[in-house]
Structure formats: C-alpha cells, structure tokens
T-cell receptor
Framework: DQQVKQNSPSLSVQEGRISILNCDYTNSMFDYFLWYKKYPAEGPTFLIS?????DKNEDGRFTVFLNKSAKHLSLHIVPSQPGDSAVYFC????????????FGGGTRLMVKP | NAGVTQTPKFQVLKTGQSMTLQCAQD?????MYWYRQDPGMGLRLIYY???????DKGEVPNGYNVSRLNKREFSLRLESAAPSQTSVYFC???????????FGQGTRLTVV
C-alpha cells in the first residue's frame, strides 16, 4: 500500500501559466515533505521542502502548500517555463526515521512553448 | 564539488551473475541510502546506513546486501541477479534530520 501517492501520472501546461502538482499521503507520522525534480538519465534533484509545522513555503517560482488535515500537499510553479518539463516526485520522511524518504510515483510535467 | 558519485552508469548482467554497485559522497554526510526506481512506483528504499558501521533494511531489501565501507562509501551487492532486479539504482546521502538528500546520477541495470 503506497503511503505517498501522486494520482496524476502526467500534466501538460502552457508556458507562462500555473502548474499545480498534487500529492496525498496516509502516514500520520510524516513530518517533513520534499519535492524533487528529475530529468531523464539524471538523478533526482531537490526542489523545495516543507515542515509539518508550516502550511506554506515559497522559493522563487515554486510554492509548496501543506494541508495536514487532508494529508495533502501541492507544488505550484508560476510562471511555468519549458525548462520545467521533467518528472516531479513528492517525498516524505517520518518523525524518528531520520531522512529516509518515501516517494510518490511521480508526475511528468510538460510545459509547452 | 562532485557530490554523490555512482559507478557504473550502465550494466547488463545474466541471470545468476553477481555485481557490486559503488557509491561515494564527498559532503561529509553521515547517512547514505540505496533506492531503486521502477516505472510508476517512484523510488523505493533498498537499504540505508544512518552512520558509519551501521546498515538497515529498507522497503525492498530481498536479493541485496550492502557495505558501509567508511563514511564516504556505501556499496550495494547483488549476489545472484534476477530479471526482477532490472531497474535504475540511485545512491543518496543526507546530513542532519529534516534536510534534503542528494542523489547520484543512477545506474541502469538490466538482468537478462
């Protein structure tokens, strides 16, 4: 049973518009959440994170929102750029489990010029 | 700054053969990890090492062994490769709790 789920395998967005990637989790012990970006033939690279004591974290064009009661987080990219086209993974770590990450299945984002 | 370095980048094995995937990090991180990535399943943790001298099983450890050779190096061994182990393998390292993990470029392994 997947503890972290990304229900949309793919998303297509026009350049300049907002991209919204969603992630749901089931484990109440998760207290730290991360988004990673992955290009083909490369390793995942860290994008942005959020602690469970916050509900929003911003870094430039990227904002992550956390709704603990719904066990849901989302990544907003505004404005979207063609270079953002990649696979995005949501990940979570549990209290007391160090930095061991549980990943979602990924969402492939395609930003069209 | 190299970060996390994995070797080899590609490997083809026959069923039953053995091999070791090598990983080294130069960030002085205590924790290191091995993940495998399969289509639609994200990355799944195989083994991890919270510090030099310790290793623990992750979500999918069967068929694998690991060695934390020193603080920098963490290797993954397949003793008798099976087609189900065809995957992309990523090594990662991390520092303090609630900080990001850094990943290597991956090893694409095919078992025929």
């Amino acid at each position: 049973d997947q503890q972290v789920k990304q229900n949309s395998p793919s998303l297509s967005v026009q350049e300049g518009r907002i991209s919204i990637l969603n992630c749901d989790y089931t484990n109440s012990m998760f207290d730290y959440f991360l988004w990673y970006k992955k290009y083909p033939a490369e390793g995942p690279t860290f994008l942005i994170s959020i602690s469970s004591i916050k509900d929003k974290n911003e870094d430039g064009r990227f904002t992550v929102f956390l709704n603990k009661s719904a066990k849901h987080l989302s990544l907003h990219i505004v404005p979207s750029q063609p270079g953002d086209s990649a696979v995005y993974f949501c990940a979570a770590s549990a209290y007391g489990a160090g930095n061991m990450l549980t990943f979602g299945g990924g969402t492939r984002l395609m930003v069209k010029p | 700054n190299a970060g996390v370095t994995q070797t080899p980048k590609f490997q083809v094995l026959k069923t039953g053969q053995s091999m070791t995937l090598q990983c080294a990090q130069d960030m002085n991180h205590n924790s290191m990890y091995w993940y495998r990535q399969d289509p639609g399943m994200g990355l799944r943790l195989i083994y991890y090492s919270a510090s030099e001298g310790t290793t623990d099983k992750g979500e999918v450890p069967n068929g694998y062994n690991v060695s934390r050779l020193n603080k920098r190096e963490f290797s993954l061994r397949l003793e008798s490769a099976a087609p189900s182990q065809t995957s992309v393998y990523f090594c990662a390292s991390s520092g303090p709790v609630n900080t990001e993990a850094f990943f290597g470029q991956g090893t694409r392994l095919t078992v025929v």
